[in-house]
């Protein structure tokens, strides 16, 4: 069984991480990693570049992202599938929207109002919880 990095912030994170995408999968590939987890701050920037490196080095990318909540600790989201990738992806936009440039304003509500489905069938709702799977993040100096 090999080693898996779960929070990697790379240079999309701002202030935050410093490598580019590019060089993470290059270290990961050094280090023979066979996949990494990009988790940017509030934001899945920096995966499409990490996907391209990662193809060339045969690397799998988990895509993920750090979700830094005003009102609550930080969570890693991972999405599981398409439909939370959507999931996810119009999270960090309800977010963006509520902010200036550059950052995002998001709440315990939002994560918990991203997990419901619109649908009151059961398979849906067990579907919809497995679909973005959260958990603390460890704290970042």
Known sequence: MGYC???ITSNFSFLRGAS???ELIEQAAAFGYPKI???DVNTMAGIVRAHSA???H???IIPACRLDLLDGPSL?????GKEAYCRLSALLSTGNLRAE???CFLYK?????SRQGSSSSPSHQTNSARALILSPASPQP
């Open 76 to 80: 890693l989201a991972y999405p599981t």
């Open 58 to 60: 045969n690397i799998k």
């Open 37 to 39: 987890a990009i988790t």
């Open 101 to 103: 440039k550059g950052k």
């Open 20 to 22: 580019h995408p590019e």
């Open 5 to 7: 990095e779960l929070q």
């Open 109 to 113: 509500k939002d994560i918990y109002e």
């Open 54 to 56: 990662a193809r060339k």
